[in-house]
């Protein structure tokens, strides 16, 4: 790319911009032709989308120190972006600015297995670490359905789930430490390989912050024993409704699975047809269940879960026994359900995948809401979602090229999202706020909350010039008002 | 009491504070009488003191929220205090002021099995919610050394572990949310019933940050799964090095056991005195070594485990295998470990009970290490400790009364943790820094990392009124100018 790339209006201030840019990280690492810019306009939210004026690729920490000098000395935003598989826009340049894009910091730092953490640098993708650890015994726990493609920052800005959440928890119950650059460009060790610290846990703090703290630019993470076997079993039902009763019943019986995942009807054709698994296609819902750890237990917990499926009307298709989570007919089922959302881009040109919660017992309610939704707004959705946190996935299926059907997916997104509040749930298991839902935090939280949110923030990125209007809106007077730093001292 | 009581110099100051607060909370829960203040002077750690101006005993969060307000409008400082076990300082009134006693907000308001959580006020004492829990399936995992005593609240401003750490986490993988009054007197909920959370995670900041950020006035506790039965056993070793390094076996094994305790020669002679538990009074030391889960590996598990003990030349004295932790060979095994600093207030006049982690290969290493400190301060160590963990609780013995003895228990402490630190672990496991320990903060952390701490500390208590001179330093302009927020702005 050549310095005669096409530039903004104001010609000169953006090319001393990008010279300063360019004299950081070199001409071989930054964007700024508009073709080339454009695939950084959204990530996997699609219905918001902002160009950048350039995209720097950094190589060190010291590349992303002097970027966020040069941001700050000429005053423009920076938000920092993995591999875009962000549901949410959490990686949309809203005011434009620099986007820092770190998925050329990659490397694998350190394992060790003794110890159980490894070290990566923030654009290494959740599934190399995960290729990296075969055999050593451990694992790193959080597996988005992304994995394949996501990258370990990204998991870390917006506290990333999966289907093993289950059991195992976020990715903050996962992350010992970060390396962080500030919004002022001082770097900052948060945290470290020993599993606790004194001090103000800070790396909590930073673990789903969605990058408005600053740019991460090494992560500690936690590694967890490899079970020594497990079981996981295709349950498949006439309906969503039967399919989680059996998911309340499995938890009720005192089974703590792995994994408890749904796909409805669309969802099993969908993705019969793209992958061939053998998913019984009438079936009405079918649920993936898993349960490992000590090899004696698997057994029977197996037929607890059989008998829970026997008692709401489902049969159990197809039981594997495993002892890895390497052998091929584990590995297929889990691709089945990962590549999902892939199986959907084959039958419909636009989805939106959204992302609620309700408590597990209200399952049944909001999907008989989102059938309403579906049919008031003339909008299809397919569901698959982490049954056994409540946490759902609708995917409403569109055509991003029609206004209306734009219009009608927001408006059918919002009123499910304001139901699973009223169901006593939240706006977001995993995917984070990002631009999308800033919108319904006021709905979630008190000003009184959401001012303590605003003045940790601000102690940190005082400007707003890090992701800006990202989780919080940025700079509003009325919670920098209402902030209880500015309150106490007023 | 009544309103003539022994008053501080500015008499007429002191008195309008004094009627402000008894119209608050009314006379029968204020205490300003100095031999009544007295009890206040320090907590478990006794090696400073100092009398507070007046101790409040609110009933409620209103009470709070208004004793904040007069503190404010009279510009005093306050400090929370639970049941005074902190063995860090952490409740020490470093200058002055009120203290908020909150052992009469002492109520479980909710019990939710289903749910698997609880809300407690944060004067209720550790066990008795252990206690309200029987029969219920579950129980709240934190179980400090001081449970019988130790109040949740103080759990959480600690972030206090226990023997079961090593299997379940220390108190923040159990508190899912808290209702907080900041030092504004403003009420901020801070998390929730739910399990995750849209938003900052200041739960996660809130818990340890031993009274900085505010006075929590409610604790959403998550209660934990009983486990089908578990075995205890109890093994006995010629010295503390073979105990030790059979810690290390245990792990290297792949057995993840629930607790994992050492006491040495010392500690066991000082246990057996005062409880006559059995314990063999020759052996250079004793574990208590316990796994839990599903039933049917638990035989297999502590199969294990005996032949680790053998293999390091220790045996396995006792052996109980347990279907719950309510049956009498079970507490009264555990009743002993947990008494062990009462056992020692039979043999020294003081203590000092110290609190450092180590990588836990480093085992061996700080014991020698203290062996020699031993030797040259002329102090006698007991050792009782998280061995799982790497957390060590030297317990220092000696004679307040005498300044000579008091000076080498300081420098003693001092060189242990420094120790600590040198071979990659920290000063504070899970007592907390408190005002015992501030001065090592530097020596874990650099000016950068202090100053991201002291930005998030002042947004919610810029004025430093709430709990001064605790865990970072209140206040000192070369941390405040250094903070990352004035930094950026400036």
Redesign the interface.
Known sequence: MSATAAQPATASTASRLLADLRAVVGPENILNHHDELLVYECDGYVIEKKVPDVVVFPTSTEHVVAIVKVC?AHDVPFVPRGAGTSLAGGTLPVGGGVMICLTRMKRILEINAR?RYAIVEPGAVNVWLTRALAGT?VHFAPDPSSQTACTIGGNVAT?A?GPHTLKYG?T??HVRGVEIV???A?????GGV?????????T??V???EGTFGIVTKVIVGLT?NPEGGRTLLGVFDSVESATEAVSGIIAA?I?PAALEMLDNIMVRAVEDAFHFGFPVEAGAVLIMEVD??E??MD?EAQAITEVVHAHGGKVDKAIAWRTRKEPEYMAIWKSRKSAFGAIGRVSPTFCTQDG?V?RTMLPNILRFMEGVSKRYDIRIANVFHAG?GNIHPILMFDERDPDQVKRVLEASHEILEECIRL???????H??GVE?MAM?PK???P??L???A?????????GRCSPSK??PTGGHCIERA???????A
Chains 1, 2 share one sequence.
């Open positions: 700050n110890d015994g506290n789930g976020v903050v119950n500030l919004p002022d001082s770097v900052v060790q948060i020993a599993e606790d610290d004194p001090g103000y846990d800070l909590g703090l673990v789903g912050s024993r005192g703590v750890g000590v004696a237990a029977r919660v408590p946190d006593g749930g939240s706006v977001t298991g995993e984070g706020i839902k935090m979630l939280f008190t009184d909350d001012a303590a949110m003045a940790v923030r601000d102690a940190f990125n005082p400007d989780l919080l902030s209880p730093g500015r309150r106490a001292s």
